[in-house]
């Protein structure tokens, strides 16, 4: 399916578009969920050969890849390919990192890597079955086993015997609380109480009407700027811990709500703003898990009872809910289950050209 993607062009057997020699030609699949895009990179020569030589765990090989390979990032990332809001994940499917799994996932942002996803795991539970990657899928339903770097996640995907289907649900790392009313003194808007949640990667959580915005109708412009600031104020007043790396110990956005955490059937609507002032157009799903973690540890929830998250941005919606209480280190921890759906945009071959100055894409506000 991949090669179709090369021919076609008018002229008689030209490859296009033409690429300098020692150039990359990046193939990709291109996906969204909720509105959130995935640009999937089914094969990294060197995320394969370094993963395939030794017993690098994927933190590790996300250092490495960080380290040696960053121009792949920007350049299908960043601008001109990618945009300010673009996500990406790099698939290796054998080797030390995807041990005992189908895949293993490394996930790619404008400011660099992720730990965890969860919208691109919705998207990479069917790109696994219906790219061959899991080696007998069943019908109505196909278990998928993920590696990321927080940890396994399982995705668990529909299947008809020919291509997969929504939604696709997934069950988290353990997520739990970090600390609940935690008061921040944030520049421009004084005392702030925010929740810190793991769902895979930190988050601070803050009702929007406490910076005195309303998710729904604030400018994007104004949400986007207060969540950061609560960011920044976090990282600079609140030291995080992780039970098994210093790696997973980092901030990786605030989630703007519409407080209404006490649980109802109605949707409750929230923002992410992660890594350097992006903005998530879908629910968030590693938000979503670690949001559900805090409800439950707070009593606002019991196990098994559904909820839905609106994304401020685009509308779209995810599902969570607490399916099993468990212990993660010293932490009372919960596995959340996340429900979205994930659609295919297309395929994609992007070239470099070595002459090209902006050739590693390039970013700005």
């Known amino acids: 399916a991949m090669a179709a993607a090369e021919g076609g062009g008018g002229g008689a057997g030209r490859r296009l578009p033409p690429h300098s020699p020692s150039g990359l030609v990046l193939q990709t699949v291109e996906m969204h969920t909720g509105g959130e895009p995935l640009r999937i990179i089914p094969r990294l020569e060197e995320a394969e050969e370094a993963s395939s030589s030794g017993a690098m765990s994927l933190l590790s090989l996300r250092r490495e890849v960080a380290a040696t390979r960053d121009h792949v990032r920007r350049a299908l990332v960043h601008e001109p390919r990618g945009h300010a809001g673009m996500y990406g994940a790099v698939v290796v499917a054998s080797g030390a990192a995807a041990a005992g799994a189908d895949l293993a996932a490394l996930f790619l942002h404008g400011a660099g890597y992720s730990t965890m996803c969860g919208h691109a795991v919705l998207a990479l539970g069917r790109f696994a079955l219906d790219y061959g990657l899991v080696a007998a899928p069943s019908c109505p339903e196909t278990a998928v086993r993920l590696r990321c770097p927080c940890g396994p996640v399982t995705a668990f995907v529909p299947w008809d015997g020919h291509r997969s289907g929504n939604p696709v649900r997934f069950h988290s790392v353990p997520a739990f609380t970090a600390a609940t009313d935690l008061t921040i003194n944030v520049p421009g808007h004084g005392k702030v109480v925010v929740d810190i949640g793991y769902g895979g990667t930190f988050y601070a959580f803050v009702s929007a009407e406490q910076l005195g915005l309303d998710v729904c109708s604030s400018k994007t412009r104004d949400l986007v700027s207060a969540a950061s600031a609560v960011t920044k104020a976090v990282k600079n007043q609140f030291k995080l811990h992780h039970p098994e790396s ?120």
């Open 246 to 365: 210093e790696d997973l110990a980092f901030l990786y956005g605030t989630i703007l709500t519409d407080g209404k955490d006490a649980f109802s059937e109605e949707p409750t609507t929230n923002i992410c703003v992660f890594a350097d002032e992006q903005v998530d157009r879908s629910p968030t799903g590693s938000g979503v898990t670690a949001r559900i973690a805090l409800q439950y540890h707070k009593g606002l929830i019991q196990l098994n009872q559904t909820r839905s998250f609106r994304s401020s941005t685009t509308g779209s919606l995810f599902t969570g809910k607490a399916v099993k209480a468990t212990k993660f280190g010293d932490y009372s921890a919960v596995i959340v289950e996340v429900s979205g759906e994930a659609f295919y945009t297309g395929t994609a071959t992007f070239t470099v050209e070595e002459e090209d100055p902006l050739k590693y894409g390039f970013f700005f506000k």
